[in-house]
């Protein structure tokens, strides 16, 4: 992010509580995360990537630990650069709603606190959404869905469409079966934009506090999903799955219907569960397993195939 007018470190330093380490002259032109950083940005620090973003174009660096300052550069020392950076991002570059506030509700909708619906957003009967929410464009929320205070919901989702339920008739069509569940999304969770999350056939899908989903998340009917998950793009969840608290899908997994993933459970990219699976492990493959077990299955197939990796592996 490029700021519009040069920030003098100074008057940074004094705003946030900072201290200064190096050359305090300096301006800041922009501000930018590790990866895209150019001379004159500010940019933050964690302890793995230290001598990364020391070496890195960057001028100015938040940072939590005492360290010697590279030359033509300032280090801010501070607690939390996150938090620091995110303030900064906050104030320099506001939220706002360009797009008015005209959308559609049904009857009997309940709205909290500061909570802001952007253009185009619709609302169906008996909504009820708490404090501090962000409902951005076209997000179109089905009848008898609670939502909790502070969560996000971004451009397109689509909250509380029918269970993917059918039977097969006798002559070959299919046979809707009527959904009348909901969908709660309890408080500080964030969807992202075009996810869609099926009511229950008859009862719930619930999402737990703090849990994250980022953009073409799809949660079939009656999935739980428990509190702090992080659930990444184009993830699919079978219907009546239970995700207990602190798990981790990375991008593309797809998961079956009516299975349990245990608490803290770590899903790779483009894996498949198949099966109910244990907390507290990383799994990767389809069906997903053990992380470690494809590893070295890998590894023994590859020593089995290469001559090389033979003699490596018997040295």
């Known amino acids: 992010m490029h700021l519009a007018e040069p920030l003098a470190i100074p008057q940074l330093a004094a705003d946030l509580g900072l201290e200064i380490i190096g050359d305090s002259a300096l301006m800041i032109h ?59 991002v906050s104030r320099y570059k506001p939220f706002s709603n360009p797009m008015g506030r005209t959308y559609h509700a049904g009857q009997e909708v309940s709205l909290g606190e500061d909570t802001v619906l952007m253009n185009g957003v619709v609302l169906g009967d008996r909504v009820r959404i708490g404090k501090y929410c962000v409902i951005h464009p076209n997000v179109v929320i089905y009848s008898d869905t609670i939502i909790g205070d502070h969560v996000v919901i971004h451009a397109g989702t689509v909250i509380g469409a029918d269970a993917f339920y059918y039977k097969k008739h006798p002559e070959g069509h299919y046979d809707r079966l009527l959904s009348c569940g909901r969908v709660i999304i309890h408080d500080r969770v964030e969807i992202g934009a075009a996810c869609t999350i099926d009511k229950g056939v008859s009862g719930d899908t619930i999402l737990g506090e703090g849990s994250k989903l980022d953009n073409q998340v799809h949660l079939g009917h009656g999935v739980v999903v428990g509190k702090n998950c992080l659930i990444a793009a ?5 219907g009546k799955t239970r995700i207990a608290d602190g798990v981790c899908l990375w991008g593309q997994v797809g998961v079956q219907k009516d299975i349990d993933i245990g608490p803290g459970a770590n ?48 040295e």
Do not use: M, W
């Open 234 to 238: 184009q993830v699919g969840v079978g």
């Open 267 to 314: 899903v790779l990219g483009q894996s498949g569960v198949t099966k109910s699976i244990p907390g507290g492990k990383t799994y990767f493959g389809t069906p997903a397993r053990d992380v470690r077990d494809v590893h070295r299955e890998t590894i023994s197939l590859r020593r089995l195939l290469d001559p090389d990796e033979r003699k490596a592996g018997a």
């Open 30 to 88: 922009g501000i930018n995360e590790i990866h895209k950083v150019v001379p004159g940005d500010l940019t933050y620090d964690h302890p793995k990537y230290y001598p990364k973003v020391l070496a890195s174009p960057a001028t100015v660096i938040l940072i939590n630990a005492r360290v010697d300052c590279p030359a033509g550069k300032c280090l801010l020392l501070c607690e939390s650069p996150f938090d620091a950076y995110n303030a900064l």
